[in-house]
């Protein structure tokens, strides 16, 4: 339901764009149009929003705090490391050749070679920073290796960190009292549901060798989740190459722990006619890749379609630029904002959940086959 939510706000953002800059033109009548500095403003103010929209849900190799009124971003550069013939550093702030930031496009000298930075991605340029695009407007440059602390990975490594010191914390708090204390009487509770909520349910008696696993993943998504509702937060899990990563874990833990009759069942089905088993054998092999597919797309899909939501409703009020918006898209973001903490939780809860059932799937011993 959010997802089609975000693509109709999406879409009428869009549709906004392309209206304002018709009537920019010309009225219905053929006539030019006598209001052109309103609809201009409106023009650029469309533009602008999805803009914001964009580089929100987007990484970047800088973090942008908040941008001030002449379009500069206030906050702070990352290393920037990419491989063309060697490796190659700088920051993402350094001056290029133009007098302006390797951010803003402006090209950068390493080792007698320039780069320039296009729609977040990093080419080999000539000193004017050049870059020619195809038919499909895709750059003709080479693209180099990048291998830069972009902001999902800075959060990244953010969380990790996190995560070592609550729960290394909790640990060491545990060897001298079983009863918890500071942060451990909020995160005991949700260790224990993901245990006996989650991995026993869904996996069964074997369950003790996966939960340190699903613990790490569940609050690995959760706090990037609640870290990118922040007001100047990243979207590191509306980032399909993270979820891609998640979901390739969880496939390769079911993959290597699978039984023997797991295994049997995906290429050698009993109780299957021996001419059906042929058929069955590659939808079963689809199927093992499939549910990590699943895991991803979910992920990725509902983090997304909430952030461009709310990111549209924000933008939307200085689109239309009246009362009935004032009041009407904030008291919408508000909402929306609400249920995405909730989302936050909920995405959580299903991609750990999920993971458990295939593990269990995987694990599952099946008695009946070895009966009589």
Do not use: C
């Not at 924000?314 to 009407?328: C, D, E, L, Q, T």
């Amino acid at each position: 339901m959010l997802k089609k939510t975000a693509i109709l706000f999406y879409s009428l953002l869009m549709f906004a764009s392309a209206f304002a800059q018709h009537e920019n033109v010309e009225n219905q009548h053929g006539k030019p149009v006598t209001e052109t500095s309103e609809l201009s403003e409106k023009d650029k103010a469309t533009k602008e929003v999805k803009e914001f929209v964009d580089h929100h849900i987007l990484d970047a190799h800088d973090v942008a705090i908040m941008v001030d009124k002449d379009g500069h971003h206030i906050g702070f550069p990352l290393p920037v490391i990419i491989y063309d013939e060697g490796f190659h550093f700088f920051m993402s702030n350094t001056k290029g050749v133009d007098g302006h930031e390797f951010i803003h496009g402006s090209p950068v000298e390493s080792n007698g070679k320039f780069y320039t930075l296009h729609h977040e991605k990093i080419y080999r340029t000539d000193s004017k920073g050049t870059i020619t695009l195809d038919e499909a407007h895709h750059p003709t440059e080479k693209r180099v290796l990048d291998l830069s602390i972009t902001k999902s990975v800075l959060v990244i490594f953010l969380v990790a960190v996190l995560m070592i010191v609550l729960f290394g914390g909790m640990a060491r708090s545990y060897k001298k009292s079983l009863i918890p204390s500071g942060v451990a009487k909020f995160l005991e509770p949700i260790i224990i549901f993901v245990r006996d909520d989650i991995a026993i349910p869904n996996i069964g008696h074997k369950y003790k060798r996966f939960m340190g696993y699903l613990l790490t993943v569940f609050f690995f998504i959760l706090f990037l989740n609640v870290l990118g509702l922040m007001p100047f937060g990243i979207n590191v899990t509306g980032n399909i190459a993270i979820t891609f990563f998640l979901a390739i874990m969880t496939y390769l833990i079911t993959t290597f722990s699978g039984s023997k009759d797991y295994w049997k069942h995906i290429f050698w089905m009993p109780g299957v006619p021996v001419p059906m088993k042929f058929i069955m054998l590659p939808i079963e092999l689809l199927g093992t890749l499939t549910k990590p597919f699943a895991l991803m797309i979910r992920l990725f899909a509902n983090m997304t379609a909430g952030h461009i939501v709310v990111m549209t409703l924000i933008g939307s009020i200085y689109i239309f630029k009246n009362w009935i918006a004032g009041v009407a898209f904030p008291f919408l973001t508000l909402v929306i904002y609400l249920l995405e903490v909730l989302v936050a939780f909920l995405q959580a809860y299903i991609f750990t959940m999920l993971s458990a059932l295939f593990i269990g799937m995987a694990v599952e011993e099946h008695e009946h086959d070895h009966a009589h």
